[in-house]
């Protein structure tokens, strides 16, 4: 064998060597991205799911509120329902917000830095440490695309480092929900949520079935009941020159602001600004009778 065959035989072998490490290196990056798309779409999936268990959740936890308010058998169970999905609301929260979809694609991202830099400085185990970076990268990609956009499309979007491709942003409105109207909040409201803010009116009245007047009258039974009606109440004139019945719209009014429904009354207490808050009263106080008006008045 001359000099010239066993050059043509080593160039020969380098290029082989070059074209079966070349397939080898693009049959690799081609099974890398398919790897990357699959986790892509699998995220995408799941937060749409996710997206979609919040406003159910949420539909679900606002009509178990509405029955809890009529509701006698089962009540402990259900509230114990509503707890759930209330948790479950919290864990969703990013949902809500532009702000709280940001603060959970921060975390993802700190996430995504801290198997980076386990990844810089391991040996062992390096194979799984790069799918994992992958599928946090498809994550936040996923995330990105359905997330809240409070307008800001450039936040944490130098986070992750695309090679050859880039990420269509969605923007996607969050439509704020509208204030409900007192009426609304009734329907929607709370017995048990009332019973605590009754709390704010034991020291001056009570809340039982025959009790005593204090330095208010008692409680009870005092939806519907004739205004300044109660035996054995010294009533102020401003209460006293008042006719007619304490009706779910009085009561609305005279909870908002004592001083404002009866000026010159001698009730010290401010009131309660939410309308929730007083839709939430009033179910407490529409409870608190021998004969509640169904559906707290509503039609």
Known sequence: MNLNQIIKIIFAGIFTFFVIGSLSSISNSIFLEKIVDDLSMTSSAKFNELRKEF?????????????????????????????????????????TSPESASEYLQKLNTNLKSVEGILTHSVMGREDLKKKIDLAKAEIASFKKIMPSSGNQDLAMDLIA????????????????????????????????????????????????????GVGPTLWNIVNAPKANIDGY????????????????????????????????KMSFAGLRKTKDRANMIAFLNSISDEPIPNNGLN
Not at 70 to 75: A, K, L, M, S
Not at 246 to 254: A, G, K, S
Request: with cysteine.
């Open 162 to 213: 695309e090679k050859d491709s880039s990420i269509e942003v969605v923007e996607i409105k969050v439509i704020e929900k509208p204030k409900l109207s007192f009426e609304e909040e009734l329907a929607l409201a709370s017995v048990d949520a009332g019973l605590k803010l009754s709390k704010k009116c034991t020291a001056c009245h009570s809340l039982k079935s025959g009790g005593a007047n």
């Open 55 to 95: 406003f159910e959740t949420q539909t679900s936890v606002n009509e178990n509120k509405k029955i809890l308010t009529h509701t006698v058998v089962g009540r402990k169970e259900l509230i114990q329902e509503i707890s759930k999905q209330e948790t479950k609301l919290n864990e969703l929260s990013y949902f």
């Open 234 to 265: 010294s009533y102020s004139k401003a209460l006293s020159s008042m006719e007619g019945n304490w009706t779910i719209q009085d009561l609305n009014l005279w909870l908002k602001s004592p001083k404002k429904y009866a000026p010159g009354n």
